[in-house]
């Protein structure tokens, strides 16, 4: 039992009875897992499943209704500085007066104090982290005139910036072209490697088995959680989508059969 | 020339004139983190929630000081905000429908408000109603002092937190994130816009003084990609401006200053829209050409490379 409280203490991401809604209506009910060092987590579950509000919650951006988080042991207050978070592109207006390195040198803020400000050595730190995603050629330039890829990787160097133990990553393959999808996927084992873990909400079924070690099967409530193998399997991911799942599998044979057709 | 040189050698000028100018740039610095939160008219609803504030407090205390007439215009402001929050909470009212309410309603409070003033007992209640449209030259030296302090306070306060501003500004969700009191800034960023309309109002008026805090912004935005490089040059347009304003007025008769100060403000803004290097529809047009040309001369070479290709495959034939 010491033993168990102890590997537990040592968690980089505690969740427990985490609850969240928007206005009145709950969307998230009573999750509770935790998640082991080292390891590349894919959340799933359809749309309005609360994957983003799990994770808007635990970080503290949205109100819980109830629910605890620790981070390694301790609550997340105290722990922010270890934690890194990729939000979903379109949460900001790209049109602000800024450049790429000047973007990424904002996930050193937290690390400077209230009134102090970046010198070189967070540019230099900003810059490594943009030559990582593979940006560095962009480093000056005004961040709406990157692709939406590009966008999506500014993000990532962004957090990897922050120099975290512990990252939350809310659809960062959405609407990506396919450099940018094999760059984060190559920034995802990396950081494996260096023994960090990442949480991530992901979408597109098709590539679960391949980038993730755990998965986390999510509609309102938590419906599994476990090892990919194990827990992304036929049957959980019926009881996840509930019909939604078998109706894009006729629609798939349906397409089929027009295709033959044509 | 000359005329200029001997009003500004008159100290009462020399006020009104450093006044004004302190005004547009600090007006021009805070309306440029207002702009990029989408903010702009917030700043014309907190000038309209004024009115009544400045009537009231004067009602409760009988004085013009604009400290008292700061307070009450900042607890004014702080009911309007709250009151655009609680009907779009409470409604399926937009953001910019609530702010129209909020804003005509407290306005219209203060017209009435200032009519029961002026046909009330209160013994110094001449110049109020100058709060409409603004009279820098009606200014006296206590006013212009406090402006002034009041302008280098703001100015001191974005200088010391630009980080934090630029920060919720871009991306509130992750300034959150790292720690910073998100809530809190906002409502330090409102409460600075509150004190630079409130400052603004004895020399540009209600109605006009949120221009001081949109115009700058926006055409500094043509010049220039860079935060930093776009708030200097805001709080230059805009202390351009207020300089324009009260000298153009002091030379032509009876012109007003706050009006002149928002028309050379305008003015600048014209200048950029056309001129602007980023987004200046000049600017615009002439890499729409230059493309166009570069387009065209590859099309040149490429028609010429199939002429040569079709003489060659014919000459082939021939053979």
């Known amino acids: 039992m010491e033993q ?3 590997v537990e203490a040592k968690a980089p991401l505690t969740i427990q009875g985490l609850s969240a809604a928007y206005q009145k209506k709950p969307v998230l009910r009573n999750v509770s897992f935790s998640v082991q060092e080292g390891e590349l987590v894919g959340v799933i579950g359809p749309n309005g499943a609360g994957k983003s509000t799990m994770m808007k919650a635990a970080l503290g951006l949205i109100p819980r209704l109830s629910g605890e988080v620790l981070v390694y ?17 379109e949460s900001v207006d790209w049109d602000f007066p800024t450049n790429a390195l000047d973007v990424v040198t904002m996930g050193r803020y937290g690390h400077l104090g209230w009134f102090g400000r970046p010198g070189a050595k ?14 560095a050629d962009f480093a000056t330039r005004q961040i709406s005139q990157l692709s939406g890829g590009q966008q999506q990787r500014v993000f990532l160097a962004r957090a990897l910036a922050q120099d975290a133990s512990l990252y939350f ?5 959405a609407g990506v072209d396919a450099a940018t999808e094999k760059a984060i996927i190559t920034l995802l084992q990396e950081l494996k490697r260096q023994g960090k873990t990442v949480i991530v909400v992901h979408h597109d079924l098709a590539t679960v088995q391949e980038y993730f070690d755990s998965v986390l099967l999510l509609n309102v409530e938590l419906q599994a959680y476990g090892p990919t193998d194990e827990v992304f399997t036929q049957e959980l991911l019926q009881q996840t989508y509930g019909g939604r799942l078998a109706f894009l599998d006729r629609s798939r044979n349906h397409s089929d059969i027009f295709a033959t057709k044509g | 020339m000359q005329s200029l040189w001997t009003l500004l050698n008159d100290p009462n000028m020399q006020w009104i004139f450093i006044s004004c100018t302190l005004l547009g740039l600090s007006s021009g610095i805070i309306g440029c983190f207002s702009y990029l939160r989408k903010q702009s008219l917030m700043g014309d609803t907190l000038a309209h929630a004024a009115l009544p504030g400045i009537c009231i407090a004067f009602m409760l205390t ?3 000081s604009l400290l008292i007439f700061l307070i009450g215009a900042a607890i004014a402001g702080v009911i309007a905000t709250f009151g655009i929050g609680f009907v779009t909470r409470h409604s399926r009212i937009k953001h910019d429908a609530a702010m129209g309410i909020v804003l005509s309603g407290f306005f219209g409070l203060g017209i009435v408000l200032l009519t029961v003033i002026q046909h009330g007992s209160y013994g110094n209640q001449a110049g109020l109603d100058k709060f409409l449209f603004g009279q820098a030259a009606a200014m006296i030296g206590s006013d212009v002092l406090t402006m002034s302090i009041v302008s280098v306070l703001l100015i001191a306060v974005c200088f010391l937190l630009f980080k934090q501003f630029k920060l919720i500004s871009f991306d509130p969700g992750f300034a959150r994130g790292i720690g910073y009191p998100v809530a809190f800034l906002e409502q330090l960023l409102m409460l600075l816009m509150v004190v630079s309309v409130v400052v603004g109002i004895q020399a540009v008026g209600v109605v006009l003084v949120a221009a001081l805090l949109i115009t700058p912004a926006v055409s500094a935005r043509y010049w220039t990609h860079r935060l930093g490089a776009m708030v200097i040059l805001s709080g230059l347009f805009g202390a351009i401006s207020g300089a324009a304003g009260t000298l153009i007025s002091s030379t032509a008769a009876n012109l007003p200053t706050g009006p002149l100060t928002v028309l050379a403000a305008t003015a600048l803004f014209f200048l950029s829209i056309l001129f602007g290097p980023q987004k200046g529809l000049l600017a615009k047009q002439f890499i729409r050409l230059r493309v166009k040309r570069k387009l065209e001369q590859s099309q040149i070479r490429g028609n010429v490379k199939a002429r040569v290709a079709a003489a060659e495959t014919e000459k082939g034939a021939a053979l």
Do not use: C, H
Request: charged share 35%; aromatic share 8%; glycine share 10%.
């Open chain 1, 4 to 6: 168990k409280q102890r």
């Open chain 1, 73 to 89: 042991g301790k609550p997340y207050k105290q722990q922010r500085k270890l934690v890194g978070y990729v939000p979903q592109r």
């Open chain 1, 122 to 135: 967070e540019r230099a730190i900003a810059m490594e982290s943009l030559a990582k995603v593979g940006m």
């Open chain 1, 169 to 173: 990553m809310d659809e960062p393959f």
């Open chain 2, 62 to 64: 009988g004085t013009k």
